[in-house]
């Protein structure tokens, strides 16, 4: 066992605070990894505040981790002391349903051992992520990050990164395809670029208007502001693909107006209860799909960080010190982050 420092949410309605734990002790198929950074999700605010329903305290947030390697267990292969890693949002899942066996363990039929908040298989103790100094994971659960990838800008790969990756292969988006990006953040930034790589022609639906010129520079081909009616209805019809990165409720109905014949909106939030109704009429007198995804699998995920480094993707990242994660908190909430906090976590070791 070793001792950790965090910092911890300790029940929905209060700050994080600095919190020790203790880690377990290196299994045989484990690696021990020195954290260097971590991105802060959207989603490490929904399971902090239990906007998904109750959480189990304390949660240490982080599914964005990149770190060294500080030792490995003597059934260790595929990586050595001294290896720069990451870590997504899983790690562990059963290896032996048939999601597993298709490299699917984020769909696992016991589901994936979330990175925080979830139980470890083996002894039962409850994970905590990657606002901390250091984290032991299962062999098969470790990224190796390209050496060309900048680190101190590739944690937010880890979620935002294969969150967006994932949908956007998994559906087949080629070249003259027309994609729209819901949401300007942390995911929807990191969409555009995987869209543009791919050869879309892509348009990002963003509440406002001051994050226009931002779209352009991000490289999409057109922005639409979602609350002019008037640019929503020109919209009509007009896409194959809609990828929905939108954290809360919302109306999917303009949205899916928007779609072509057989055209697919895409969810990634959860946002339940989804309220207002979908308008079966929306799908049905168009044929058109409505439909969810989950990140992705450990090795599809490694293909992303592989397809980053061939492109040139990297995100957009504001660094923070540990000590200031409750205000960066309050800017995600407001979105105002341009796209992504990553915490440097030298701060908590200091
Ligand atoms: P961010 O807060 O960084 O970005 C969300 C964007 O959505 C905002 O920048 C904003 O864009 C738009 N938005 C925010 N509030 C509203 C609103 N009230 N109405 C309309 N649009 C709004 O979040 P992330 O990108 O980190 O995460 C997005 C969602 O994806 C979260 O719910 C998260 O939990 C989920 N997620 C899902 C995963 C999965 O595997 N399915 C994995 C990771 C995250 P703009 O200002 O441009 O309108
Ligand atoms: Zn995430």
Not at 96 to 104: F, K, M, N, R, V
Not at 179 to 193: A, D, N, R, Y
Not at 292 to 317: K, P, R, Y
Request: charge should be negative.
């Amino acid at each position: 066992m070793s001792q950790a420092k965090s910092y911890a949410a300790l029940s929905a309605t209060t700050p994080l605070v600095p919190f020790s734990f203790e880690r377990r002790a290196l299994r045989e198929d484990d690696v021990n990894i020195d954290i260097l950074y971590c991105g802060v999700c959207h989603s490490d605010i929904h399971i902090a505040e239990s906007d998904w329903g109750p959480s189990e305290y304390p949660v240490v947030p982080g599914h964005e981790i990149i770190g060294r390697v500080m030792a490995v267990g003597n059934k260790v292969s595929q990586y050595k002391v001294g290896d720069i890693v990451g870590v997504g949002c899983m790690v562990d899942s059963c290896q032996h349903c048939s999601h597993c066996a298709a490299d699917l363990e984020q769909y696992c039929q016991d589901g994936p051992v979330g990175t925080y908040g979830a139980h470890d298989l083996i002894d039962g103790t409850l994970t905590y992520g990657g606002y901390s100094d250091h984290i032991v994971v299962r062999e098969k659960f470790v990224l190796t990050i390209p050496s060309v990838l900048n680190i101190s800008k590739a944690a937010p790969l880890l979620c935002a990164g294969i969150t967006t990756y994932s949908p956007l292969r998994h559906h087949g988006v080629k070249a003259g395809d027309k994609v729209g990006i819901l949401g300007m953040g942390g995911l929807g930034h990191m969409g555009v670029k995987f869209a543009k790589a791919l050869g879309a022609e892509v348009t990002i639906f963003t509440r406002s208007e001051s994050k226009v010129a931002e779209a352009k520079k991000q490289g999409a081909d057109h922005v639409i502001v979602s609350t002019d009616e008037a640019q929503m209805q020109a919209a009509a019809f007009q896409f194959d693909y809609l990828l929905d990165t939108i954290p809360v409720q919302h109306d999917l109905n303009p949205y899916l107006n928007c779609l072509k014949v057989d055209g697919t909106h895409i969810l990634v939030g959860l946002i339940e209860p989804m309220n207002p109704p979908v308008h079966s009429a929306n799908l049905v007198i168009k044929r058109r799909v409505l439909t969810g995804s989950l990140i992705g699998g450990i090795a599809e995920t490694q293909e992303m960080l592989d397809f980053c480094a061939q492109h040139d993707i990297e995100c957009d990242a504001e660094m923070i010190s540990i000590q200031d994660i409750n205000q960066a908190y309050q800017r995600l909430k407001q979105g105002n982050v341009k796209y992504r906090f990553i915490i440097d976590m030298q701060s908590l070791k200091n």
